[in-house]
């Protein structure tokens, strides 16, 4: 009994929490592990719910019409809901494979009991010995199989991304890291013709607008009117979560992970700053780094969307903070400093730039320097403004 009451929890859990869903897909269930007809016919609704509509109980008995059954589906929601679906989903998964193997030995022994042949038992031992496994296969090409490229970029007159993975830009605070990226976004669309998002989730989307407003005035000399299908964002309103949580069994990825891939779905680019805001895990622990950022790999290149986080620095550098994992598992690094220079007439007077920015390539796994021309650039990213110099108290007596 315990196998469909594991089934019944588990179903339970997605009716209550149907976000959970998308860890069940991922761990490869399917609708014919379960032990019983019914549970397999509410999986299935569930399915197709979770494509069309949204997953509700008296929806899944309008799709199961004649076949639903209410003391099964009473049975189902009666069953206490719990957080942490993958114990029960592992379990079901393996019961199934159990049963399937313990089957096909039974065909096999009854093969012959009735006198099949050695080749015959041989071809059809073969069959159940070759049992399916969940997860990731090892895809092994033959070298002259495979056709040779150079890595795609987007914004390549500005300031180019690696398209299909992710990438990182990381200053200390008040540098212009938003700023931008704002204007990365922009140019992204005119050069590619790109569908992006940007989830800004420490400022007001007002003060976001704002930036974009000041950008494409002053900066780009462009409207901003024309980005409006094409640039969307989220602010500080919106309520941020993590995606990795921590359960007694160690770290592992939330349900907000595969709820905020369906919500975003539709778009090419994904700009998120900064990375600690949906990170959940220990910033400086590798394990959590390079698990948080291969939830992004995996899905970059399974979409070909391009992943583009904005990350703090270490204080008083430009080197992106936390467990070095972080960089090890992006395939760009883009650092930005602000300009200092000194006046030609006298090297007392500090000059800031406060228009200019300093773009250094730390990270380069694809090649962008090709499109960049160094691996440090000046880019403008503040309206040009003229500015006085910054002088000591006794040339401003004077």
């Not at 009451?5 to 179903?11: A, D, K, N, P, S």
């Not at 014919?32 to 509509?53: R, Y």
């Not at 407003?213 to 979560?241: H, P, Q, R």
Request: aromatic share 10%; glycine share 6%; with cysteine.
């Amino acid at each position: 009994m315990q196998g469909i009451e594991f089934e019944r929890v588990l179903l339970s859990s997605i009716i209550f929490e149907p976000s959970i869903f998308g860890v069940v897909i991922k761990e490869g269930l399917n609708y014919t592990d379960f032990s019983i007809d019914f549970h397999q016919k509410v999986f299935k609704a569930i399915e197709e719910l979770n494509i069309d509509s949204y997953i509700e109980e008296g929806l899944i008995a309008t799709k199961l019409g004649n076949s639903f059954d209410e003391r099964l589906m009473l049975a189902i929601l009666t069953a206490n809901p719990v957080h942490n679906i993958i114990p029960y989903v592992k379990n079901i998964i393996s019961k199934a494979s159990l049963s399937k193997l313990r089957t096909d030995a039974v065909a096999l022994v009854a093969m012959i009991d009735e006198g099949a042949s050695y080749s015959e038992a041989i071809s059809y031992s073969q069959k159940y010995n070759n049992i399916e496994t969940r997860g990731t296969s090892l895809k092994i090409h033959k070298l002259s199989e495979i056709h040779g490229c150079d890595a795609e970029f987007i914004g390549k007159s500005f300031l180019p991304f690696p398209k299909a993975t992710v990438s990182m830009v990381a200053a200390a605070g008040g540098v212009g890291k938003t700023f931008l990226l704002i204007q990365a976004a922009m140019r992204i669309i005119d050069e590619d013709n790109l569908k992006i998002f940007m989830w800004l989730t420490e400022d007001k989307i007002e003060i976001s607008k704002k930036r974009a407003e000041v950008i494409a005035n002053d900066v780009m000399n462009s409207n901003l009117n024309k980005y409006d299908d094409m640039f969307y964002m989220a602010g500080s309103d919106s309520e941020t979560t993590h995606f990795l949580e921590s359960t007694k069994e160690g770290i592992r990825v939330s349900s907000e992970f595969y709820r905020f891939q369906k919500m975003v779905e539709d778009f090419d680019v994904i700009i998120i700053d900064p990375l600690i805001a949906v990170f959940g895990g220990d910033e400086n622990s590798n394990p959590h780094a390079k698990q948080f950022i291969s939830l992004f790999t995996t899905w970059a290149a399974n979409t070909g969307k391009t992943i583009i986080f904005i990350h703090h620095a270490t204080k008083g550098t430009s080197t992106q903070r936390g467990a070095s994992a972080f960089a090890d598992a992006v395939r760009l690094i883009y650092q930005i400093e602000k300009i200092h220079k000194k006046d030609s007439e006298d090297s007392s007077i500090n000059q800031l730039d406060n228009g200019m920015r300093n773009i250094i390539v730390a990270k380069d796994n694809y090649g962008s320097t090709k499109y960049l021309g160094s691996t440090e650039v000046k880019k403008r990213i503040f309206p040009a403004e003229k500015r006085i110099p910054i002088v000591n108290a006794r040339i401003l007596q004077r």
